[in-house]
């Protein structure tokens, strides 16, 4: 049985910063890759970032520079650091393995994240 929590969204103004959790089960952790996606308001969830079993990050370029992807294999949790937040950052943010969210499945309630201007 697959399940993200994702935890840590918040109000937060422009120029702040940010950390939110991933606590992933059900999978083997550190065999996969996992991303953070996020979804404004009326638009289509869209990809934020990656990282690889190896630790590799990828990043979306509307985010690269201001946001870092880490992961805890003990833990079986993934962050996103977020900092110098901007408001079209505010979208509920979800994590997911690649695997899965290439297939839009598996998808947790998400956290909210609201910068405000």
């Known amino acids: 049985q697959v399940q993200f929590v994702e935890s840590g969204g918040t109000l937060v103004q422009t120029g702040g910063s940010l950390r939110l959790s991933c606590a992933a089960s059900g999978i083997r952790f550190s065999a996969n890759a996992i991303g953070w996606y996020r979804q404004a308001p009326g638009r289509q969830r869209e990809f934020v970032a990656t990282i690889a079993s190896t630790g590799s990050g990828n990043y979306a370029d509307s985010v690269k520079g201001r946001f870092t992807i880490s992961r805890d294999n003990a833990k079986n949790t993934v962050y996103l650091q977020m900092n110098s937040l901007k408001p079209e950052d505010t979208a509920i943010y979800y994590c997911?393995?690649?695997?899965?969210?290439?297939?839009?499945?598996?998808w947790g309630q998400g956290t909210q994240v609201t910068v405000s201007s």
């Open positions: 997911n393995t690649v695997a899965s969210a290439s297939l839009n499945r598996n």
